[in-house]
């Protein structure tokens, strides 16, 4: 009998997870998106790439990521909660998994230079730190909201050897941000690698870095069986792009765990928007009655993005994962309740998760949550000054 | 319509034959005064013109367009608004649409082709639609009567020219070089390089756009291809100087395009 196959599968020929997913992209990108297809294909079957990576991430990223269980804050919301600490990856969030697989995958392609994107600046922070391990000439671009709001992970770019180029057009924040990368990556394609910092953009983007954070679900699930003998009840993270949410669902997918993905009201893909088609991938966007994509606003520059990644498109059209979201104030008074009753600052992103959390517990009563604490709040701190006086 | 003939290639063809360099200028719709623009355009020696449709996101242009798609957007022009002024426009010149794959994918394939014939246009350039990618929207062009014009870089292997040739309506619009639209101070190598891999592989007309920056470069260019696409270089001249800016410049190309038969 043959075993059933993943909800989590690899997409389709054509980079699809349903409907949804695909690689709409210029002419010019599509011989390399496909050398870049037949390189990771090739890689992730490949023994040696695979222990080569992971001995980085453990030597280098400090993989692997432990599991805290919130007495405190778990006992005032009547419920159990356990947090997947991938705040104390180096560099500070999940964003260095992916970003140590696809430097090591550019170096074994022969590329020399790397370009990113960045809204909360950890996956540019995590690109320049690859960039200057693996020695490769990095250039991230950053919106020019976000680089004033995230100034602390501008200079630290810097430090790293990066060059960081604030993004004016459109909205200024994390989707002006990937338009100019690709528009670096169309002129500067035969030497460069785009390194895309989350489960979006053109196949195979959505499916790589989805295995490269696939290590965070794998750890979860045995830390959990460890810990409490069972899968918990429901699996939380925050969603941008969706790369630490897939990261850790991939762990839980086929179980019958709740898998809750946190949007911000004011950039709610999948809560608020119909199927579209920006960045190289058919998902779930927000825009208007011509197609014109919409602006999103939150509090937090990494979950600042009209769009969301296609297989959480899919994850949604099949009724396997649910995507609420959550209000600005409600980010704040998390951030601050998570940092008083445990000793944690949040990053902002997965601060959503907590509001969540906090908001929903009442109907949650005696079960064990499971969150993917995405990053650290340091790179807030500023922010939070303005914000709270 | 005859099955099997494409009316815009039926004329470019017919023009490539009377030994005319082809010339197709880019114009942002929805600016302000725009229809002028085309008309000026159309005036003045234009064999096919190109109206962009403004979207948010426009990876393929450089800061010239990405300018006036902002600027049209902020005066309030959406798809309808910019096809409704299209329809009126009383010139001879066919005219196709350069617009990116959601302005297409939101309406729908059938909807969006029948908003284009109804307008009077003529073909659509999708510069975020690879050839993978194209077969729903090129079904709906298909069976409206509307030419796709398929998109060739330089980055393409051998192999897949030909394919993108074959799916091809009206012409093919040969990528100038490595990167997106806007102005440089000569014409890249790539340019003539992949227009000669083209002709190699098909008789459609081959046009070179992106990177093509004034009648010198047209001429270069033409010297392989069967003509030229002026994008950012018109766009500035109308932000500039209006219609007449579009005119003189689009009469300037022609001219230069002519005397070198
Ligand atoms: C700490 C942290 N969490 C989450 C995100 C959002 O990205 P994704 O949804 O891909 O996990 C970011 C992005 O900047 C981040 O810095």
Known sequence: MNPTPSIMSPPSSTGRFGEFGGRFVPETLVPACQELESAFTEAWADPIFRAELDSILKEYAGRPSILTECHQLGARLGLRLLLKREDLNHTGSHKINNVLGQTLLAKRMGKKRIVAETGAGQHGVASATAAALMGLECKVYMGAVDV???????????????????????????????????????????????CLGSVMGPHPYPWMVREFH??????????????IGDVPDVVVACVGGGSNALGIFSGFVDSRARLIGVEPAGGAAVGRGQP????????????????????????????????????????????????????DAEVIE??????????????????????????????????????????????????????LG | MTPGLDRLETRLRASR??????????????????????????????????????????????????????????????PVSILEEARSLDVEVPLVVMCYYNTIHHPGHRRFASMLTSAGICGA?????????????????????LSTIMLAAPTAPDERLPLVCARARGFVYSVGLLGVTG???????????????????????????????????????????????????????????GADGVGDYVAEVRQALDSHR
């Open chain 1, 148 to 194: 004033e709001r995230q100034a602390l992970n501008v200079f630290r770019m810097k430090l790293l050897g990066a060059e960081v180029e604030a993004v004016h057009s459109g909205s200024r924040t994390l989707k002006d941000a990937v338009n100019e990368a690709m528009r670096d990556w169309v002129a500067t394609v035969e030497s460069t690698h785009y």
């Open chain 1, 214 to 227: 696939r290590v965070i679900g794998r750890e979860a699930f045995e830390q959990c069986l460890e810990r």
């Open chain 1, 276 to 327: 579209g088609v920006v960045h190289g991938m058919r998902s779930y966007l927000m825009q208007d009655e011509y197609g014109q994509v919409s602006e999103a606003h939150s509090v937090s520059a990494g979950l600042d993005y009209p769009g969301v990644g296609p297989e959480h498109s899919y994850l949604a059209s099949i009724g396997r994962a649910e995507y609420p979201t959550v209000t």
């Open chain 1, 334 to 387: 998390a951030f601050q309740l998570m940092a008083r009753t445990e000793g944690i600052i949040p990053a902002l992103e997965c601060a959503h998760a907590v509001a969540w959390i906090a908001r929903e517990a009442p109907g949650m009563q005696g079960q064990t949550i499971l969150m993917n604490l995405s990053g650290r709040g340091d790179k807030d701190v500023g922010q939070m000054m303005g914000i």
């Open chain 2, 17 to 78: 034959a009377a030994g005319r360099k082809l010339l197709v200028p880019y114009l942002t719709g929805g600016l302000p005064g725009w229809t002028d623009g085309v008309r000026a355009a159309a005036a003045n020696g234009a064999d096919v013109i190109e109206i962009g449709l403004p979207f948010s996101d426009p990876v393929m242009d450089g800061p010239v367009i990405q300018e006036a798609s902002q600027r049209a957007l902020d005066a309030g022009a959406t």
């Open chain 2, 125 to 145: 350039i999708v510069p975020d639609l690879p050839l993978e990618e194209s077969g729903p929207w090129c079904a709906a062009a298909d069976s409206a009567g």
């Open chain 2, 183 to 241: 102005e440089r101070t000569s014409l890249a190598a790539t340019a003539t390089a992949l227009a000669r891999r083209l002709k190699a592989v098909t008789d459609v007309p081959v046009i070179v756009g992106v990177g093509v920056s004034n009648a010198e470069q047209a001429v270069e260019a033409c010297q392989v291809a069967d003509g030229v696409v002026q994008g950012a270089s018109v766009v500035r001249r109308f932000m500039a100087d």
